[in-house]
Nanobody
Framework: QVQVVESGGGLVQPGGSLRLSCTAS????????MGWFRQFPGKQRELVAI???????VYTDSVNDRFIISRDNAKNTFYLHMNSLKAEDTAVYYC?????????????????WGQGTQVTVSS
């Protein structure tokens, strides 16, 4: 079993930056892909960015050039660096982990989920 715990959400002004962290524990050697998803009110959870153990990444178009996903294997932690934040980035952000090796986007492919952290972009 793997546990993932997010931290770092909060309130930020438009144009500002925020960093989310997600720390994994348990059988972490089984994890190959980790990622961030978000959920807007009344909407389904959607991909933000994912990263494979070798460093390959995928981003959703709306965050390309603004968000960066990274990982620190020594700390079993990965991050979402969010820059140039917009009001439309306001959502609950979830970290997730996958044992499969492929970089895939459907949420059903992810085995472990955090509890979510609220990000609010507002002046």
């Amino acid at each position: 079993q793997v546990q993932v715990v997010e931290s770092g959400g909060g309130l930020v002004q438009p144009g500002g930056s925020l960093r989310l962290s997600c720390t994994a524990s348990g059988s972490i050697s089984s994890i190959n892909v980790m990622g961030w998803f978000r959920q807007f009110p009344g909407k389904q959870r959607e991909l933000v960015a994912i990263i494979r153990s070798g460093g390959s990444t995928v981003y959703t178009d709306s965050v390309n050039d603004r968000f960066i996903i990274s990982r620190d294997n020594a700390k079993n932690t990965f991050y979402l660096h969010m820059n140039s934040l917009k009001a439309e980035d306001t959502a609950v952000y979830y970290c997730a982990a996958r044992t499969g090796r492929m970089l895939v986007t459907p949420i059903r492919e992810y085995d472990y989920w955090g509890q979510g952290t609220q990000v609010t972009v507002s002046s």
